[in-house]
């Protein structure tokens, strides 16, 4: 937990919003500002600031993320027709929320 964290808030219920699944160690929760007509977040429950500050215990984390990736994908129906998974790294690779989180867009 990070004060000041948007998405800190809004794994630990400070700011309420509506999660698609939740397990031990993610949410998953819609883009408040869509890109297309999926667009969801897959935000680990632990702050990490970006891809560049994961350490060896988060292999799991990152591998656990891409599944679910995967998985909301086919409950949204976009498996077939086919979608992007996006990690924005920093400034310079359009990063916003310096918590980690990879969009699902499809
Ligand atoms: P980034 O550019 O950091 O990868 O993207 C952050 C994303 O978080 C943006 O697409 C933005 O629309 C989304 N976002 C920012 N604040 C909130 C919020 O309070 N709630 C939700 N659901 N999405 C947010
Ligand atoms: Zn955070």
Do not use: W
Not at 18 to 45: C, G, M, R, T
Not at 66 to 87: C, H, N, P, Q, W
């Amino acid at each position: 937990m990070e004060k000041d964290c948007i998405f800190c808030k809004i794994v630990n219920g400070e700011i309420p919003t509506d999660f698609l699944y939740e397990n031990d160690s993610l949410v998953v929760f819609k883009d408040i500002n869509p890109q297309a007509p999926v667009h969801l977040l897959i935000v680990p429950k632990k702050h990490i600031r970006s891809i560049n500050d994961l350490t060896e215990e988060d292999r799991k984390i990152v591998s656990e993320m891409i599944i679910t990736g995967r998985d909301m994908a086919e409950k949204e129906s976009v498996s077939k027709s086919g979608y992007k998974l996006i990690f924005h790294v920093e400034k310079g690779g359009g990063q916003l929320v310096f918590h980690l989180h990879m969009h699902l867009i499809g």
